[in-house]
């Protein structure tokens, strides 16, 4: 059974509201907000951070609807597994269909290039009959430490329950993965979609973004005083440069929304605040 | 008629010396050559230079050749031109066919912000009975000069001759465009491909070469000492990312270069040093 979307928003501003809090204490600093219209319906409210800790950051919210949903994209062979009630609907089934989508979207890019990138993305979809849940986070550091990423994917471990943390896992080492440099994008993390919408996987994921903050913050506090150098720093920027590529390249979300007409501010709040090649 | 392999090579070669020897005359610093292998077959010769006045630039040689061309991709409709000897060959004609291609490609960064960014590019290419030539120059300077724009496109038309200016550089404002900010990428130039091979077109590639120099180092000499601040300088890095979007989300040649395993160093040249997003 879909939830009514207005609970689904009213959560996902929710989640919005308490990382944006969490972090913004973390940094000291202080995320502005902007809203943005879609001239076709809906809109959204980008929260953007440049602080101290947080070189740049942004957590956005939006809910949007539509006329016509855009044909479901390739690749997508991978996302079939009725156990955990995953199907990708079909192009008849919802491409052209109205439309309604809602989601949070988080990156964080810190100064410090001990203190890694993270990622984190919940969204509810309905078009046509169909209706779903997606979303997932992703570690990306500099520099990795084993007991990071451990306590990283731990708290997902225990959020998702085994089976599903193994199969999910497994679907954002596939999905977060740079093709050209033959290489993950980070540690990898969670990713999910096309959950069939209903009370159970709502709860999932919120449980996902509220995983978010626990998963991260240990981490953040841990590194956030390591001392680095312009060396670093300088291969740090060059570093970013493959979290562009990603996004750019391979990201099915940037894509779309790129492609789509999407508020470009808004998905370019993932991109890095200073990149070198 | 097809030309020799060995003399579109031999001419590119030329090319690519004459302009890098220009350039680093221009810059007072060096370009650095590297060589690489395909593991398909052939491989290329990239000469970068991390200068003062370019703060990077690239004018990368290659010749390869493989077992199965590619399929030709998509948005063609375009590429027909019977009277400029232009028609893009069906997946039919070229898909999954030994092929040869060899090229000239160059991206120049400069340091201030009033020189602009410039891309040159000569590419011959033969799969299954087809061979054609391609290529093309664009300008994209951060803070526009009519009369430098009117420069450029000027020494371009009087190589084109103006029927065949009119069409290529028309192609160019359609192919140098970045969908998702509705602007063109700077101030056009001219673009071509699919010119069926033949002395004539092969004379005319080289002609558009040639006309590299003489259109871009002018402008060059007129701008260097250009004053700027640190304002000019964030606004330049800001500006950019733009470059980045559209090579690596819409450039055929980057996109063709990354699926298909070609060399991410010698690709990557012509992304900017520093960006900010």
Same mark, same amino acid.
């Given at each position: 059974m879909k939830p009514r979307r207005e609970e689904v928003e009213l959560a996902f501003r929710g989640l919005r509201d308490r990382i944006v809090a969490s972090l913004a204490a973390l940094d000291g600093g202080e995320f502005v907000r902007k809203t943005w219209e879609r001239p076709g319906g809906g809109g959204g409210e980008m929260s953007e951070i440049r602080g101290g800790l947080f070189e740049k950051g942004g957590c956005n919210f939006s809910a949007v609807h539509g006329e016509r949903y855009p044909t479901v994209p390739e690749g997508q062979a991978n996302a079939a597994d009725e156990a955990l009630g995953i199907r990708a609907p079909t192009p008849a089934e919802v491409g052209g269909k109205p439309f309604f989508a809602t989601g949070v979207s988080l990156v964080?890019?810190?100064r410090n290039p /001990?203190? &890694?990138v993270v990622h984190m993305n919940v969204r509810y979809i309905e078009a046509g009959d169909a209706a779903w849940f997606g979303?997932?986070?992703?570690?990306?550091? /500099?520099? &990795?430490?084993?007991?990071?990423?451990a306590h990283f994917h731990e708290t997902l471990r225990k959020t998702c329950g085994q089976a599903r943390y193994e199969r999910l896992s497994r679907w954002a080492r596939d999905y977060f993965f740079i093709a050209h440099r033959h290489s993950e994008r980070g540690v990898g993390g969670v990713f999910f979609d096309y959950l069939r919408a209903s009370e159970e996987s709502f709860a999932f994921t919120k449980a996902v973004g509220d995983a978010f903050l626990p998963a991260y913050v240990p981490i953040v506090e841990k590194r956030r005083e390591t001392p680095y150098g312009e060396a670093e720093r300088e291969?740090?920027?060059r570093w970013r440069g493959r979290y562009v590529e990603f996004n750019l390249i391979y990201d099915r979300g940037t894509l779309f929304g790129l492609k789509s007409g999407g508020n470009v501010e808004a998905i370019f709040m993932s991109l890095p605040p200073l990149v070198a090649w």
């Open positions: 964080m890019h810190p /001990f203190v &890694p979303g997932g986070t992703d570690l990306t550091p /500099f520099a &990795p430490f084993d007991e990071d990423t291969k740090q920027l």
